[in-house]
Structures are given as C-alpha cells and as structure tokens.
C-alpha cells in the first residue's frame, strides 16, 4: 500500500497570507490527524477527522481549520499567517479500528513565514 | 491532566551496548501506548505499541518495550545499539476526548549511537 503522502513538501509565505496543505492518508484509512512539529514545542496535536467529522482539536487559534473529504484526504488551512507558525506540519492517517491504532506519518510540509 | 514525560532529552551509547529510552505516563484507564522514531529531515514511523495482554512488546528494528503498570512506565529497549538507531525518540498514550481520541506524544529523546 502506498503511505501517507502529503503535499506540498515545502512553502514559503509571508506573514498575513493563507496556506493551505494537503494530505491522503493510506487506503482504508478513515481517521487523519493533524501535528504541528517545532524545535521548541515538539509535536503539538491540532484536530483529527474520522469519516469527515472533526473530532477533536488541540488548542490553537482560530486560525488554523481543516475539513476531510468523503474519499478521507484532508486539508488543512492557516489563515493570517504569523512567523511563529513556521513549523513542519505532520499528516497521520490511523485504521481506528481492531486494535489498529497506531499512526502512520507522511514526510510533513515544513512550512517558512517570512 | 492526561500526560506524558520523556525524562532525558538525549541518551548516549555506544554501538554493541544494551540501549533504554525512558517513558512514563499519566492517564485514567488503561492506556494505548506507542513508540514512533524520526530519523533525519523525515516523518515519524511508527515502532510498537502495548494495548493489551503480555507486558513485553516486541516492534520493528529489533527494539522492545516493557509496559509497567505499577510504575506507569513504558521504557523502550534494544539489547544492542547500532549507529543507525540514532535517531529522534516519542513515547505516546492514546487518550479519549471531547467524544473521540487524540494522541499525545512526549517531548522526544534524542538518541545517539557512536561508533
């Protein structure tokens, strides 16, 4: 099967503009999760979509959103952007089911807001 | 507060020796737990996972954990260390929340193997 892939690998913004990334998790796959990774506050959950329902989000601003499509790609959105959102932003996509809940990562978007 | 601590940053061994990342946990209920390793400019992959039945788990890479309930502990283990384990390090506890389930990973310990 092919793995999480995540797109696109590397994006350079300036500060106030959107951003929006993409991932598909691998085939079967119904629940994707969202991190952000950073030097300084190591991986920080952001929300996680089973069947196209947010189920949970981690404490971060409005700002940053997400949505999954029926087919279980997600995307997920930064609006405004601010430098301090300058981070790599891991996909995880998770069978949810049969005592399969281990997550499987895409390589990440690393993401510079200049 | 549901939690997980990695208590060293970074652990040095050398090639051949036996080789433990240390991971403790706080959570109600009985706990999902995982091991992930990040080598260099690259995702997370994932090693092992405890969710039930024998304390000793065994993983990818020839490495193992040993769940502790008494000690809420969850130590990864290699009898012997390769360069190429050198690498970056996250326990994680699978938690329920608000209706669903999240996952939250320890600060990471950075392991590095000489040669």
């Known amino acids: 099967k092919a793995g999480v892939t995540q797109t696109p690998r590397y994006l350079i913004k300036t500060r106030g503009q959107q951003v929006t990334l993409s991932c598909s998790p691998i085939?079967?796959?119904?629940?994707v999760s969202w991190y952000q990774q950073t030097p300084g506050q190591g991986l920080q959950f952001l929300f996680e979509?089973?069947?196209?329902?947010?189920?949970n989000k981690g404490n971060f601003p409005g700002r940053f959103s997400g949505r999954q499509f029926s087919n279980s790609r997600s995307e997920m959105n930064v609006s405004t952007l601010e430098l301090g959102d300058s981070a790599l932003y891991l996909c995880?996509?998770?069978?949810?089911?049969?005592?399969?809940?281990?997550?499987?990562f895409g390589p990440g978007t690393r993401l510079t807001v200049t | 507060a549901q939690s997980v601590a990695q208590p060293e940053d970074q652990v040095n061994v050398a090639e051949g020796n036996p080789l433990t990342v240390k991971c403790t946990y706080s959570?109600?209920?009985?706990?999902?737990l995982f091991w992930y390793v990040q080598y260099p400019n690259r995702g997370l992959q994932f090693l092992l996972k405890?969710?039930?039945?024998?304390?000793l788990v065994k993983g990818s890479y020839g490495f193992e954990a040993e769940f502790n309930k008494s000690q809420t502990s969850f130590h990864l283990k290699k009898p012997s260390a390769l360069v190429s384990d050198s690498a970056l390090y996250f326990c994680?506890?699978?938690?329920?929340?608000?209706?669903?389930?999240?996952?939250?990973f320890g600060a990471g310990t950075r392991l590095f193997v000489k040669a």
């Open positions: 994680a506890v699978r938690v329920g929340a608000s209706g669903g389930f999240k996952t939250i």
């Open positions: 085939s079967g796959h119904r629940s």
């Open positions: 995880a996509s998770s069978l949810e089911s049969a005592s399969s809940y281990e997550q499987y």
């Open positions: 405890y969710i039930t039945g024998d304390n």
């Open positions: 979509y089973f069947s196209e329902t947010q189920r």
């Open positions: 959570v109600s209920g009985n706990p999902y």
